[in-house]
């Protein structure tokens, strides 16, 4: 019909009635859906028809997480030295950010805000007996969440060692990049 025009209160239903049909469509478009397969799901079209394939050969097992492996003997440090070593590296990578390097409460964390632990110098923690800081180191304590789950006992008596070794060389004794 020429010369008819739609009133102005169907214009906008009329126009967007087919974008709102478009974009409906735009929903099944094949790519939020893929065909998978689940474990022991038949598969005709791999080796043995299983979905589930052992691993190809010379997979090499990757060791389950610290946490969830029972502690070895053969895994614990054999020296002193050794022991200390470690202490030092599981330290610096779970204890540092908040202690700081020389154990003295300014790490970085807190220097960001975080509020700030005592400092491992203070006489009342050089007096405190191992079992009060393996316990802490576990179980968290404060605003200090727990480490029991990522620091496995071994690892836990061997941070204690170098905290003592810390106390021992005083604050800001120890070297270092991290010292400040
Ligand atoms: C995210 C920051 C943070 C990290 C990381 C952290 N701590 Fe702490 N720690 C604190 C804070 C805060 C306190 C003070 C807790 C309180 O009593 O409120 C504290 C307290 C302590 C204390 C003193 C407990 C007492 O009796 O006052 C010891 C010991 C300690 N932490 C050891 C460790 C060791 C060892 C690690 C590494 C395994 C570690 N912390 C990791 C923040 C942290």
Redesign the pocket.
Known sequence: MRGASLPPALLLPTLLLPALLLVAACRDDGLARQPKATAYEAAEALPRQAAAQPPPAHTVARPAPAGLRPASPAAAPRSGAELLARGRE??AI??????GADGG?G?E??RRG?????S?H?A??RA?PAA??LR??AE??????P?GAR?PPAD?RA??AY?RALQLAGPAAAGGEEAR
């Open positions: 599981r330290f779970f204890c540092l950010p908040c202690h409460g790490g964390v807190v975080f509020p700030a632990p005592p491992l203070s009342r923690l405190a009060h800081i802490v180191i968290g304590q404060g605003a200090m969440y480490y620091v836990r941070i204690l905290i």
